[in-house]
């Protein structure tokens, strides 16, 4: 970047703890961060006392995931089907959404997927370790997905579930019959 570029951007672009001139009629400035806090303060706040401030809580719970390990499942030579891939996910949900996870039938039901197919899915993803059995009843298993991909466990809880686990392997593509 240009030694004239870095200067216009040092001159009118605000830094961290940087005051910003307040958009109301008081003309009084304000910290784009509360230090002591962490709060990000609006640029442009609304008119007026009690006037609607934006909301930035989004719905549901949130996770995380690996983003190594999920291209890596993407990947054309992963082995892991579209549907596999929407089973992973369902079950991932379904973990961290308090159910604990998903049996087949419950995924079949969801994804419009027969529950035979789910279950040869949920058997091939369990067996390379993506998804885990959580529950087994009779003839009906609970699959959860490995905390090593997914996620909404705080840092140090994920490191101590993780570690009771094996890390999850690639099925790979399948192999190819050979005409004769």
Same mark, same amino acid.
């Given at each position: 970047? %240009?030694?004239?570029?870095? %200067?216009? $951007? %040092?001159?009118?672009?605000?830094?961290? *703890?940087?005051?910003?001139?307040?958009?109301?009629? /008081?003309?009084? /400035? &304000?910290?784009?961060?509360? +230090?002591?806090?962490? @709060?990000?303060?609006?640029?442009? @706040?609304?008119?007026?006392?009690?006037?609607?401030?934006?909301?930035?809580?989004? #719905?549901? &719970?949130?996770?995380?995931?690996?983003?190594?390990?999920?291209?890596?499942?993407?990947?054309?030579?992963? #082995?892991?089907?579209?549907? @596999?891939?929407? $089973?992973?996910?369902?079950?991932?949900?379904?973990?961290?959404?308090?159910?604990?996870?998903?049996?087949?039938?419950?995924?079949?039901?969801?994804?419009?997927?027969?529950?035979?197919?789910?279950?040869?899915?949920?058997?091939?993803?369990?067996?390379?370790?993506?998804? $885990?059995?959580?529950?087994?009843?009779?003839? +009906?298993?609970?699959?959860?997905?490995?905390?090593?991909?997914?996620?909404?466990? %705080?840092?140090?809880?994920?490191?101590? @579930?993780?570690?009771?686990?094996?890390?999850?392997?690639?099925? *790979?593509?399948?192999?190819?019959?050979?005409?004769?």
């Amino acid at each position: 970047m %240009s030694p004239v570029v870095m %200067s216009w $951007l %040092s001159e009118t672009s605000p830094g961290q *703890g940087s005051q910003v001139p307040n958009q109301g009629r /008081s003309g009084r /400035s &304000r910290a784009l961060v509360n +230090t002591a806090t962490g @709060e990000v303060h609006e640029l442009l @706040e609304p008119e007026g006392e009690g006037a609607p401030r934006r909301s930035y809580a989004f #719905g549901g &719970r949130h996770g995380q995931f690996s983003f190594e390990r999920v291209l890596a499942m993407l990947a054309a030579d992963s #082995g892991i089907t579209g549907n @596999e891939f929407r $089973l992973f996910f369902y079950c991932g949900i379904m973990t961290y959404n308090g159910k604990g996870g998903a049996t087949a039938v419950e995924a079949a039901d969801f994804l419009g997927l027969t529950p035979q197919a789910t279950r040869r899915m949920a058997k091939k993803l369990a067996e390379h370790k993506m998804l $885990l059995v959580a529950d087994v009843i009779g003839r +009906t298993i609970k699959y959860r997905v490995t905390p090593h991909i997914v996620s909404s466990l %705080s840092g140090r809880e994920q490191s101590e @579930e993780a570690a009771a686990y094996h890390l999850p392997t690639l099925p *790979g593509r399948p192999a190819q019959r050979r005409r004769a």
